[in-house]
């Protein structure tokens, strides 16, 4: 049966060997789609839109596949665009880790660390992430840091696929790939905004279940807040998925939700929030440093590591 010609292209087109053009075809593409379109990335790269777009063009003939709708309806990939950025991921995640072990033979810090953090930890007074990489910095001054800020699940898959060398999370489950060391503390208070019938109302006789006729806005994703909301029988009908879209939700007056006392006490100092009974609907988490079992942690990934835990030892000594 003789081939179209679309799938005889294809398949003169699958890759072969990777060569240091497509490595920065691929770095191009990464960039593109994390900045939502050529527009951005023409900012980020420093490349004028019409040589991005010969790039990406460049690359879909390279691989055969078309990767993204570009026009005015905007930028947006296609299922097989989705699919190579994912694999784009993990490669450049591997060639990064290669990098750093090439560094460590030479016996010097180098390249660069990406560590993944959850949200709103900036104004926790138990957290000294600051610090650490104050002291990582110091240790390792040719080290590039590259520091991401991103949901609990996201971190969780960066550091299983290589791309996060270092995760910091709220502990709420553990898996047997990863490697887990306690950081710091944080208090969770449930809120309500003006608007809400529980704002300004007598709370002295609320317990859970009258809180349950209430609708709630929660984590989409497995988390202590999660766990607290089907233990508790509390009844989401919003998500979000950082702590940003929960104070969002909450201040529209339609829904209650946990926030950080530390987050949440900013918002209250200016109207917009209230604590609801802070002294009985409230729960503790534990943050983590996370990393692989394995491979072994590269130099620098265990230099940030013992500047986390240290960070966080020494300031508990101090309380």
């Known amino acids: 049966m003789p081939h179209s010609p679309a799938t005889t292209s294809r398949q003169r087109a699958?890759?072969?060997?990777?060569?240091?053009?497509?490595?920065?075809?691929?770095?191009?593409?990464?960039?593109?789609?994390e900045c939502g379109g050529m527009t951005a990335a023409e900012l980020e790269l420093n490349i004028s839109t019409s040589t991005l777009s010969r790039h990406m063009k460049d690359l879909e003939?390279?691989?055969g596949l078309v990767l993204c709708r570009r026009g005015r309806a905007g930028f947006a990939l296609t299922p097989e665009g989705v699919q190579v950025y994912e694999a784009t991921l993990q490669l450049l995640g591997g060639v990064n880790l290669f990098r750093n072990r090439i560094h460590e033979i030479h016996d010097r810090l180098g390249g660069s660390i990406e560590v993944a953090l959850f949200d709103k930890t900036v104004t926790n007074p138990q957290a000294h992430i600051d610090l650490a990489l104050k002291r990582f910095h110091e240790r390792a001054p040719e080290v590039e840091i590259k520091l991401h800020v991103t949901h609990m699940h996201e971190i969780e898959r960066g550091l299983m696929d290589g791309r996060y060398q270092v995760g910091i999370i709220p502990a709420h489950r553990s898996s047997s790939s990863l490697v887990y060391r306690d950081l710091f503390g944080e208090h969770m208070l449930l809120y309500c905004a003006p608007g809400h019938p529980l704002h300004g109302a007598d709370h002295a006789l609320l317990d859970w279940s009258t809180l349950q006729q209430h609708a709630f806005a929660g984590l989409g994703y497995h988390s202590p807040n999660m766990e607290v909301t089907r233990q508790m029988g509390l009844r989401r009908t919003a998500t979000g998925f950082d702590q940003e879209a929960i104070a969002t939700l909450i201040q529209t007056g339609c829904f209650i939700g946990f926030l950080p006392e530390h987050y949440g006490r900013l918002l209250e100092a200016h109207g917009h929030l209230q604590a609801i009974a802070p002294e009985r609907f409230h729960y503790d988490c534990q943050f983590v440093a996370m990393w692989r079992l394995s491979p072994q942690p590269s130099r620098a990934a265990q230099t940030m590591i013992e500047c986390l835990v240290q960070a966080h030892a020494d300031s508990s000594t101090l309380l």
């Open 14 to 33: 699958l890759l072969g060997q990777v060569s240091d053009m497509d490595l920065r075809l691929l770095r191009i593409f990464k960039s593109v789609v």
């Open 61 to 63: 003939e390279r691989l």
